[in-house]
């Protein structure tokens, strides 16, 4: 698969649709954890991926090996998971497909789907008290307040700057797409959107507010770093670094054209990106300069999660470990 069939896959249209209650179950494969998997979720001390078709896997030793999921009750593209904690998650996708689990990803549970909608759902948020939020194409918005056993649409109505207002009625006919949301701690969160939309909240999502922009291409990813520090980055290699929390922003040398779409933090405090065409970036300055480390197959990277001091990547050849070389370091305070 080609880094733009791999882009296209996940923000294209509907995968297996059928009634909620009777959409055919994931199918058990043994090279599950090397097909198509699109995001990934720490449960505690456990990582879950998912990705093609329903597939979830998942992995007790920092990704070395890795187990399907038992039970998944969907075929639909999944392309979003989170935890509230080590047992309780939830995870998205096509067909505003909407899953939960309550044993860490081993067995899993239907409670949404919308073979009709416009378009899929591309992330979702787990915060505290059960609270979650699921985003995507055409500005979809679903919430719940209860762990994922229900879920509420809503409008997404961001207050506007004024330079802003001009896109409203553009915003308004049919919504840009959601493409990441991120929690920054406490009750601060972000969106990545298309043409270059960023949005924050510091209510838990109760109301949101746009960001001015660096860019009008398309965002598909944020990374919150410590303190008000936040990264964000998209098509062609677009990487942007803000010091206050989406006020004001600095272009970095990202030394790529290729979309970065995923990033994490290691415990240490290296921050590493991912992008199509096996791109791996990787800052020990607290995301102040990157170093690219293009991996050799040049394989599409979908996202990354710690596990400890290690790297786990997903994307079109499934989940890899990947190890970090020496990097920059010192830059500018």
Known sequence: MSARA??????????????????????????AAHGLLVAIAQAGARLVAVGDRGVVVYS???????????????????????????????????????????????????????????GPLLDVWCGAGGQAIAVGAYSAYLASSDAGASWQAQP????????????????????????????????????????????RSDDSGASWRQLPSPYEGSFFGLLPLPGEALLAFGLRGNLFRSPDGGATW??????????????????????ALVGLSGVVLFSRDGGRSF????????SGLAAAAAAGEALVTVGEDGARRVALGAGPRGGAP
């Open 60 to 118: 007790d030793d920092g990704g070395r090996t890795w187990t399907q999921a038992d039970t998944v009750p969907t075929q639909a593209l999944l392309t979003g998971v989170c935890f509230f904690d080590a047992s309780r998650g939830v995870a998205v996708g096509h067909d505003l497909t909407i899953l939960t689990t309550g044993d860490a990803g081993r067995t899993w549970q239907r409670v949404h789907q919308d073979e009709n909608a416009p």
């Open 6 to 31: 791999l882009l296209l896959c996940v923000l294209g249209g509907a995968a297996a649709p059928g009634a909620l209650a009777a959409a055919p179950a994931a199918e058990h494969a043994r090279l």
């Open 156 to 199: 997404f109505r961001p207050a506007l700057p004024p330079a802003a207002a001009r896109a409203a009625g553009e915003a308004a006919a049919g919504g840009f797409h959601l493409n990441r949301i991120a929690g920054a701690g406490g009750t601060r969160l972000y969106i990545a959107a298309e043409a270059g939309h960023l949005y």
């Open 250 to 271: 600095v272009r970095l040398d990202s030394s790529t054209p290729a979309m970065l779409d995923g990033g994490t933090m290691l415990p240490g405090g290296t921050v």
């Open 291 to 298: 170093a690219l480390e293009q991996q050799a197959d040049h």
